[in-house]
């Protein structure tokens, strides 16, 4: 029985069930057959197409949407595939409007692209509810090779060494594979369950054992993993988080842990959420967890950015998404206290900022905010410690990991990509393609 949105401070079960069901129900409906080959018919087929150019992965873009245009979506997955093997969950949460379809002929004639996330996820969706397998293992080679994270990026250099006979386990420190996939991403843009499904999915070519539970620089050492296989692959992304930087900043709650949590939770009606809300930074996740603040039945809810809204890192099509959803955002804040009371978060004090010089200042003027709740979301730091006591240390480079045009680290026999290294875009399909080109280096170095 639902509480009511309106009681003070924070609690769980806000809404009635019906409520939760229909808030966290699927962020677009897939397309039907009949609406995937309209969509496919608007799409010109361009020659040298600036959609694929767009793309991390470099995906046969025309190609894909002719292939389904021809009714023939096997075809299209298989085309998606053989540049991104988890092209159903990039399809669901790649920003394709500042991406691929950004870049498509009609959006720049008519303001509304090829709708082609849709259209990837329609053909991805075919063959994964049909499991239908394109790749088979080469004979097996003997060579062994250790993939740390379960991630995007492990993932997808898993499978493509799999792919050439060689044996691989990925070692990942969280019960579940899949990385931000499973923990990151909100609960809207991937239902169902769908990040495990894909692994599973993705396993099945064979040659792949993953171990959870295991973290590097805890369970298992660089070191002892460069001694027992032949190469080793890096993919663990960021597990440190930036700080607010202001007083009080304990009391502030680390988004990423909650959108985990809400992730992972079997019913939503028991995750507590303040009724007012405040969530600081201005990225992707700042946007993930202030829309689902709202969804789980907080009152008001309030992003606050220290710069403006051209400078905001989410996309035009995400905070256009939370505004939708009742959610403020406001520009030119920063956190300078967190207030409590009681042990208890009761606003935050920010100051108003602006550019001098150019360079980001603060103004002296103070703005104070009511909030049972506050959200720190302004980036996460590569955890290098992990990398601690294995040998000669890993070169890093703006704190984080530095490798060359094909991943190679400045250890031998040692590859890394994704958001752990340096110039990282933190985007699931950029982190798909430097693990997929990760692996055909090590394959090359192994001499397969």
């Not at 492990?154 to 792919?163: N, W």
Request: proline share 3%; charged share 20%.
């Amino acid at each position: 029985m639902a509480i009511g949105q309106f009681t003070k401070g924070v609690a769980a079960g806000r809404l009635d069930p019906e409520q939760y069901a229909e808030n966290f129900s699927d962020l677009h409906e897939p397309f039907t057959e009949h609406e995937a080959r309209v969509e496919a018919d608007r799409c010109y087929f361009c020659y040298d197409a600036p959609c694929m150019t767009a793309c991390p992965t470099a995906i046969d873009i025309p190609m894909f949407i002719r292939q389904i245009a021809t009714e023939n979506p096997l075809g299209s997955a298989k085309t998606i595939f053989d540049q991104n093997i988890l092209g159903g969950m990039c399809a669901r949460v790649c920003p394709t409007e500042t991406l691929c379809e950004e870049a498509c002929v009609r959006e720049a004639a008519e303001g509304k692209p090829v709708q082609i996330g849709r259209l990837q996820r329609y053909a991805t969706d075919v063959a994964i509810a049909r499991n239908v397998q394109f790749y088979q293992r080469a004979p097996k080679t003997g060579k062994r090779v250790a993939v740390v994270g379960a991630g995007p990026a492990g993932l997808a250099c898993a499978h493509r060494l799999a792919m050439y006979g060689h044996d691989v386990t990925v070692f990942d420190a969280r019960e579940k594979a899949g990385g931000l996939n499973e923990y990151g991403i909100a609960a809207y843009k991937a239902v169902d369950g769908f990040a495990q499904v894909e692994v599973d999915y993705l396993i099945e070519i064979g040659g792949i054992a993953i171990e959870n539970g295991k973290a590097l620089g805890r369970d298992i050492a660089l070191s002892g993993l460069v001694a027992d296989y032949d190469a080793v692959f890096l993919g663990m992304g960021l597990g440190g988080v930036n700080g607010l930087h202001a007083e009080g900043e304990d009391a502030a709650v680390n988004a990423v842990d909650f959108i985990a949590e809400l992730r992972q939770a079997s019913d939503l009606s028991t995750l507590p959420v303040g009724r007012r809300v405040v969530v600081i930074g201005g990225g992707m996740t700042a946007i993930d967890v202030a829309v689902q603040a709202k969804l789980l039945g907080a009152e008001d809810v309030t992003v606050c950015y220290r710069r403006g809204k051209e400078n905001m890192n989410a996309s035009v099509f995400e905070q256009d998404l939370a505004a939708a959803n009742g959610v403020t955002i406001r520009h030119w804040l920063a956190p300078k206290r967190v207030l409590t009371q009681d042990g208890k978060t009761t606003g935050i004090e920010l100051e108003y900022t602006t550019i001098e010089g150019g360079k980001l200042v603060g103004t002296g003027e103070i703005l104070t905010l009511p909030a049972d709740q506050v959200f720190k979301a302004i980036g996460q730091t590569f955890a290098s410690s992990a990398l601690n006591g294995s040998g000669p240390a890993i070169a890093l480079e703006n704190g984080r990991i530095r490798v060359d045009g094909e991943g190679r680290t400045s250890l031998d026999r040692v590859w890394a990509g994704g958001d752990c290294v340096a110039g990282g875009e933190d985007l699931t399909v950029s982190a798909v393609a430097a693990g997929r080109d990760a692996a055909e280096s090590i394959n090359r170095a192994l001499g397969a």
